[in-house]
């Protein structure tokens, strides 16, 4: 369940995001990077392809951390590590990852004596 729910605070975060650069009329480039993000947005979303949608979610706010160099870099830091931690984590029981290759849980079993 905490898996879900990181993964949907983070895709619907990248969308208004993105969303929000694309309204303020940016340059092409801008353009694309700012798509590009509200796609990984929505595979995360959907827990589709997750280790990658997460790792472009992490150098996607990174590069817009870097290139535009806002006057609040938070947003920007907590939406890198929360796409690095989701890609590192994987989707979750609850996602199209899990229903198409299957979710491996990690069983640490007691320990040994």
Same mark, same amino acid.
């Given at each position: ?31 694309? /990077?700012? =798509? &590009?993000?509200? $796609? +990984?947005?929505? *595979? !995360?979303?959907? @827990?589709? #392809? ?27 830091? /907590?939406? =890198? &590590?929360?796409? $690095? +931690?989701?890609? *590192? !984590?994987?989707? @979750?029981? #609850? ?19």
């Amino acid at each position: 369940m905490g898996l879900l729910l990181l993964r949907l605070v983070a895709a619907f975060a990248t969308m208004v995001h993105g969303i929000t650069k694309l309204g303020a009329g940016s340059p092409l480039g801008a353009i694309v /990077l700012q =798509a &590009t993000g509200i $796609a +990984a947005g929505i *595979l !995360l979303l959907a @827990g589709l #392809w997750t280790p990658v949608s997460g790792s472009l979610v992490a150098a996607l706010e990174l590069w817009d951390w870097f290139s535009t160099n806002p006057a609040d870099p938070l947003p920007n830091l /907590l939406l =890198a &590590t929360i796409g $690095a +931690a989701l890609a *590192l !984590l994987g989707p @979750g029981a #609850w996602s199209v990852d899990a229903r198409l290759f299957g979710w491996k849980r990690i069983d640490l079993g007691s320990p040994r004596d």
